[in-house]
């Protein structure tokens, strides 16, 4: 219904004046949008209850695994990790070695200093650069 039809309306049958019209229309319009949008948030709120519950969260870990935190913080430390294309590589084939061939856990303290290790005996020189003071 147009604006000014209702206000005709309204003005006959002697409920508001003319001069409070425009403002009784307008506090209807935003009463009208917060409750259209409380129906809707609380639509969206049941959405996203049967979504998060729909969700195999075994499944979710299982996917989407946490990091840890020994491996960060070697990765921290060795700055080379992911900058230098050939160290990260080797150190990638040591980690399979040690994993699959000679059984080490992965977290445990013998995995990281097997590989620092490993990778000092391949790499000296670069290994020298990178924790120089020099460089």
């Given amino acids: 219904m147009d604006n000014c039809i209702l206000s005709k309306l309204l003005a006959r049958k002697g409920y508001v004046k003319k001069r409070n019209i425009l403002k009784l229309i307008k506090t209807y319009s935003l009463l009208g949008i917060l409750k259209l949008s409380r129906i809707l948030l609380s639509c969206f709120k049941k959405i996203v209850h049967k979504v998060y519950n729909k969700i195999d969260w075994r499944t979710y870990r299982r996917n989407n695994p946490q990091y840890d935190k020994k491996a960060q913080k070697w990765a921290k430390y060795n700055k080379w990790f992911g900058e230098d294309e050939t160290m990260t590589y080797a150190a990638f084939r040591i980690h399979r070695q040690l994993v699959e061939f000679e059984g080490v856990d992965p977290k445990s303290n013998r ?25």
Avoid: A, G, H
Wanted: aromatic letters at 24%.
């Fill in 111 to 135: 995995y990281y200093n097997e590989i620092d290790k490993r990778i000092y005996d391949q790499f000296k020189d670069k290994i020298r650069r990178y924790y120089s003071t020099d460089n």
